[in-house]
């Protein structure tokens, strides 16, 4: 029983050496991977800070200096570290209100450059981000309206009105910032389509005018009738002048007054062969006093008098020739004498009677319309509506004239090339 006593203590006692052992080597385990943590986790915050992770490097090795004060180069990084993740939540702060303030006057691109570099900053609690990811969705929205509008005033300036109208018409139906502005341009559209549909509306009716009055001059008296009532039916500015051609339409086609008697040529018993003789010396005597007209009514009577009379045949052509131009002789004296009336009747009469020279005669009588104009102030646009008449009426009568420059104004001059070239003075 004394040796089992023994045996039975040497037992114990290897047990509890053995017990002691395995307690020290797992203690120097522990205490070695503890060691071992804390230097990776120094590692992490060196990488972190060469990384500019401030924040982060600031928190490892706050908790590596609680842990271990003095470990290492700790006390080299730490205050730098969390001086900088700092200054990164103020420089957020500083941002934001910068980008907020160009926002609000619109500065758009540099609001935009503060708000994009303050939502790139590392940061593991940013105050601000949420706001400056609205307010950058907010200008991208701006931006791409502000792009439409630019567009659309470019399509404007051009007078592409309708796909400018439909650009506006967007912006407006958004409500941003421009919607007021697309809204205005929107009315501008409206008044420039109505006051171009009034323009080409008035420059119909100055067409048929002019129509009107060529007819009138070719005397189509029953095609003028009608164009000039349709203008009076309308009502434009040309009805005063259309009611006035009617009236002379009126007077042209009335019947002609019942001629009285015809008186014998001679008395009876005079030689009719004496009595042509005398009448071809007064028909002389009446060309060199300038009545022409008067010449070739006696130089007809001498003819039917006395038919083998050789001599009246050509007295009569060159004094007929000579009475017909007359009215655009006298038109053109009184045409420079100031006496438009007298010029407008003389011309009127010479183009009647189809005279050779009708272009002239539908340039000076433009010309006399024009000088009226021009007399008024340029506010008697009648005046001028007849005078472009004349001048296109010329030119498809005669590609071929060229206008007396030298004796008509610049101003008349410039008017009739306009109207020649078919655009509107």
Known sequence: MIWCKRCSRRIELGRAIQLGLAAAVSLFAFAASAQQTLEDRYQRAIQSFNEAKMEDACDDFRQIEKESPGYKDVHTYLNPACD?????????????????????????????QKFTQGRGLMLRHPKFRAEMDDYLKQIETLAREESLYQQAVQLFNEGRDTEAAGQFGQIEQ????RAEDARSYLKRIKERQDT?????????????????????????????????????????????????????????????????????????????????QQLIANARADESAGQYATAVEKLKTAEM??????????????????ADQEPLRLGLEAYYAGKFDQAEQQLDLYMANHGRKIALAYFFRGATHASRYFLSGERDTHQRDL?????????????QFQPPKQYVSPKILSLYLQSAGGSSP
Do not use: C, W
């Not at 939540?89 to 619109?106: C, D, I, N, P």
């Not at 958004?174 to 910032?177: E, L």
């Open 174 to 177: 958004s409500k941003g910032p």
């Open 387 to 399: 005078a472009v008449a004349d001048f296109r009426a010329l030119r498809k009568d005669s590609r």
């Open 84 to 112: 900088s993740a700092k200054r990164s939540y103020e420089q957020e702060e500083r941002l934001y209100k910068q980008g907020l303030e160009l926002f609000k006057h619109r500065k758009l691109d540099e609001a935009k």
């Open 196 to 276: 171009a549909g009034a323009k080409a509306e008035a420059e119909k009716d100055q067409q048929v005018f002019y129509e009107a009055v060529r007819a009138f001059n070719e005397k189509r008296y029953q095609d003028a009738k009608t164009l000039f009532q349709a203008l009076i039916q309308k009502g434009g500015p040309h009805g005063t002048e259309a009611q006035s051609y009617l009236q002379r339409i009126d007077e042209a086609l009335k019947p002609p007054a019942p001629s009285a008697p015809k008186k014998p040529l001679i008395d009876p018993g005079k030689d009719p062969r004496q009595f042509a």
């Open 305 to 322: 008098l006395d038919p083998a009379n050789r001599e009246v045949a050509g007295l009569l052509e060159a004094a007929q020739g000579m």
